[in-house]
């Protein structure tokens, strides 16, 4: 047992264990309300404006919505695949996995300015100058952008988390397989692609069937 892993006040890894994961979940369901209460206003704005929203929908840019989607897929894989090589011992596996998701997750930001580059260009914010003229067209992109942006910091926060138990178990490997860390962590970036995976549809595929 790594004395280094098991923090006070629990006396057992397993014990710590079981209550890390419970206290995740507990965040991630106040998260669950969170963005929750943001896709009940965009169905019910979409139920307004039909059309409109259609007709925004179809100026989102497809490409760096469909990259994008693929990256953080792949992203979940490697981080699935390094959380398992941790539980099983196998620390140098780990130690590949972790670093593949965080910069899976950076491409994706990176990715994700370029495309709000293109969106500025096109003068798609909210407000004066903004293009399109179907009424609604305004409530979808400022749905766009508040979705995305704050998809786009939960990213940046698991991106953090996932660095963070490479540099943790730099100087002593089996950390990994004791420490909860590495399963509170996969849930987290794990609920960050479920969130994209429903923004993905809602923002880049309407109005292009």
Known sequence: MNSDALRDPWTSLERQRESAIFGMWLFLGTEVLFFGAMFAGYSVYRFLHPAAFLAAGRETNIYFGSINNFVLLT???????????????????????????????????ILKVFEYKDDLKKHLVPGPGFPLPQSGAEIFWTFYWIMTLIHAAHLLIGVGAVLRLQMASREDPEWLKDSPSAEVTALYWHFVDVIWVVLFPLLYLPGRS
């Open 75 to 109: 992203s979940s894989f490697a981080m699935a695949a390094g959380t398992l090589a941790a539980r099983e011992g196998l620390s140098r596996f780990a130690r590949i996995c972790f670093p593949v998701t965080a910069a899976l997750g950076t491409l994706f930001l």
